[in-house]
């Protein structure tokens, strides 16, 4: 009889359970699974646990958008203890699937979805093991047996195929070097501050809207007047507290939205036969413009042909230039009202606003083929099109929203704008310099005692990398992307440009962020070749790659592409 295939997934949070569904879901049962988690909890991950959240912190999906598990949340809800419905005040008799939810209760359902695939694997004869408060130190690779070593402090375990599922990652820059400084909101309990003093909040995402939401209540009481409208009033103590969020060009994120998909996908996208046909007719690159044309502009055609007619003739740079136009010259926090207003709309309608919502399919679908741009046609996407994305995509919870605007209305909340060269400089007594280009191009050095770092996720590099053996042996090598024309690529290089390289052939590269992976995510090795067994869908070690992630969808998707490529070369 064959040998069981042994399967380790190292960390057991949301991608860890798609991964597991998209395990027991093949037919296949000659396997085991064993399941490493540093905490003692599975499914909840950094985001939906108390790494992540505090009870005020709400997702930014809704029921009808979470990926199916094996119940839905409404059908989950109807099993918890009335006590933890009390806690964040659900009405199970009048449950809307289309409203986000509590991310703390969120994550208590995907633990819960855990426990129902760990009993089907019982009922197909699966053995699971998990070894919770188990952090994986390293892993090493046995080219000779095709063997992946997966180490704990205390152990060594051999398996065939490795999926590395470790999800978020924040590096130390300033947070336990200098005071008053940390490098993000998370866990949430260590930026629960009482102060009386002007705090600086790097970047405008659904992370700095974490925070504040945290400094808000820890400082001070939101009010529901009798009209229904919000007001926040400060504590005494805090009298003095000011949030200035700094957002590139001072730009507030848009509001959640009705989405007709609310998978982000759309039956009108390119396929894989299409694109890999067009990368045969352009020297093997894709093109960010027919990309931008295929799956954005011609979906307009039938669905909106009045928007078409408005955008069909635009280069991405005149896109970006339209959309931004208006944002860029309203006041943020009256064009966040407007924002809010029309969303309110489209959820009670049931309608979706539509461009947006295909900017999201958009930025979803070119996810994944991504790693086929050009070097320049990356540097585009990051520089022209992503701060537009990112603002569009964010989908802030209308619950957010509200008090956002409650603190601004309060005189709390204020937002300067930054540009790309913007620099934090801590300081060695507490807090930093916050040194930037204001909207008059005069340049502003203002001291913060604190400074929290909300940008987000970063994209983490190749030297970040935890699996020191893996680097060792060259089982995983920096990402780079070609460039197509030298001439650009020289002159990137004349201008100090130091991440381009050349090789010995005369190709010249930009080296991009995280480490080199192929469709099937699996890791490549410093001569290009891929490794059969060891995967990865840890997202900040594969942004150069994959420059946008999608939470929950990019679970799914990218859990059926592993688990066809291990069952496909067992």
Not at 24 to 32: K, P
Not at 284 to 301: A, M, N, V
């Amino acid at each position: 009889m064959r040998a069981k295939r042994r399967i380790a997934i190292v960390g057991g949070g949301p991608s860890g359970l798609f991964l597991y569904k998209r395990l027991l879901e093949t037919g296949e049962t000659n396997f085991e699974v064993e399941i490493f988690e540093k905490k003692a909890i599975l499914g909840s991950g950094m985001p939906y646990s108390t790494e992540g959240a505090n009870d005020e912190h709400v997702t930014n999906i809704s029921d009808n958008e979470t990926p199916e598990l094996v119940t839905s949340i409404g059908e989950w809800l109807e099993t918890v203890p009335q006590e933890l419905l009390e806690r964040f005040n659900i009405d199970i008799v009048n449950f809307n699937e289309y409203k986000v939810l509590p991310r703390l209760l969120f994550g208590y359902y995907l633990t819960a979805q855990f426990d129902l695939l760990r009993d089907i694997a019982t009922k197909l004869g699966i053995e699971t093991h998990v070894r919770y408060e188990s952090p994986v130190i390293d892993i090493d690779y046995d080219q000779e047996n095709k063997a992946v070593w997966v180490s704990t402090s205390n152990e060594k375990i051999r398996f065939d195929d490795v999926v590395i599922c470790t999800g978020h990652s924040w590096p130390s820059r300033f947070e336990g070097k200098f005071e008053g400084c940390f490098d993000s909101p998370y866990p949430p309990t260590k930026v629960a501050l009482k102060l009386n003093h002007a705090v600086a909040i790097r970047g405008a995402s659904l992370t700095a809207v974490d925070a504040i939401r945290t400094l808000a209540r820890e400082n001070g009481t939101f009010y529901k007047e009798e009209n229904g409208s919000l007001t926040y009033t400060l504590n005494e103590e805090s009298s003095e507290l000011k949030i200035v969020m700094h957002s590139r060009g001072g730009l507030l994120p848009a509001v959640r939205f009705h989405l007709e998909d609310s998978h982000l996908s759309n039956d009108s996208l390119l396929t894989e036969d299409e694109i890999n046909l067009h990368k045969k007719g352009n020297g093997g690159f894709l093109s960010l413009d027919y990309l931008f044309q295929k799956d954005f502009k011609d979906i307009f055609r039938e669905k909106d042909p009045e928007f078409h007619a408005k955008i069909k003739d635009l280069t991405i740079e005149e896109f970006v230039d339209e959309m931004m136009e208006l944002r860029l010259t309203l006041d943020p926090f009256l064009l966040l009202k407007a924002e809010y207003t029309e969303a309110e709309k489209s959820i009670k309608r049931h309608q979706s606003i539509y461009w947006k919502e295909m900017l999201a399919v958009l930025s979803f679908a070119m996810n994944h083929p991504a790693k086929y741009f050009s070097a320049e046609d990356m540097q585009r996407l990051q520089k022209v099109l992503m701060p537009l994305i990112s603002i569009v995509i964010a989908f802030v919870p209308q619950t957010s929203c509200v008090e956002l605007m409650a603190l601004y209305h309060a005189g709390i909340l204020s937002i300067e704008g930054v540009g790309f060269d913007s620099e934090v400089i801590p300081q060695e007594k507490r807090g930093i310099i916050y040194k930037f280009m204001d909207e008059n191009k005069k340049l502003q050095s203002v001291y913060y005692k604190t400074f929290i770092d909300c940008v987000g996720q970063p994209h983490l590099s190749y030297e970040d990398f935890p699996f020191e053996s893996l680097k060792k042996q060259k089982a995983v090598s920096p990402a780079k992307l070609r460039y197509q024309s030298e001439a650009i690529a020289l002159e990137a290089i004349n201008a100090g440009n130091n991440f381009v390289e050349s090789d010995e052939v005369g190709n010249y590269y930009l080296n991009v962020s995280g480490i080199s992976i192929n469709d099937h995510f699996q890791i490549l090795d410093h001569y290009g070749a891929f490794n059969e067994n060891i995967y990865i869908m840890a997202v900040p070690y594969i942004g150069g790659f994959n420059p946008d992630y999608s939470g929950l969808d990019f679970c799914e998707a990218t859990s059926q592409r592993i688990v066809n490529a291990i069952f496909t070369q067992a």
